[in-house]
Nanobody, 120 residues
Framework: QVQLVESGGGLVQAGGSLRLSCAAS????????MGWYRQAPGKQRELVAV???????NYADSVKGRFTISRDNAKNTVYLQMNSLKPEDTAVYYC??????????????WGQGTQVTVSS
């Protein structure tokens, strides 16, 4: 089993900052990529940012220059620093991990989600 535990969501005013964390645990042998997705009410889940095992990052155009994804490989933890938050960033943010278990099985795992609310 692989578990992802997210933290750091909350309520913030526009222009403020939040930092999300996602810690992975369980029978993880290797991680291909970890990332953050978000889903606002009535909208589809969308990619926010992703970081590969080699450190390559990719961001949604809507968050470029405001959000930064980073990773602590020793802790199997990924972070999302969110600055200059806007009301349209309001959503449930989900952590995602793609990797291999010790059994050799490849998996695509999701956290339970953390609410981010930005007030205007």
């Amino acid at each position: 089993q692989v578990q992802l535990v997210e933290s750091g969501g909350g309520l913030v005013q526009a222009g403020g900052s939040l930092r999300l964390s996602c810690a992975a645990s369980g029978s993880i042998f290797s991680i291909n990529a970890m990332g953050w997705y978000r889903q606002a009410p009535g909208k589809q889940r969308e990619l926010v940012a992703v970081i590969t095992g080699g450190g390559t990052t990719n961001y949604a155009d809507s968050v470029k220059g405001r959000f930064t994804i980073s990773r602590d490989n020793a802790k199997n933890t990924v972070y999302l620093q969110m600055n200059s938050l806007k009301p349209e960033d309001t959503a449930v943010y989900y952590c995602n991990l793609i990797g291999y278990r010790y059994s050799g099985a490849k998996g695509d795992y999701w956290g339970q989600g953390t609410q981010v609310t930005v007030s205007s």
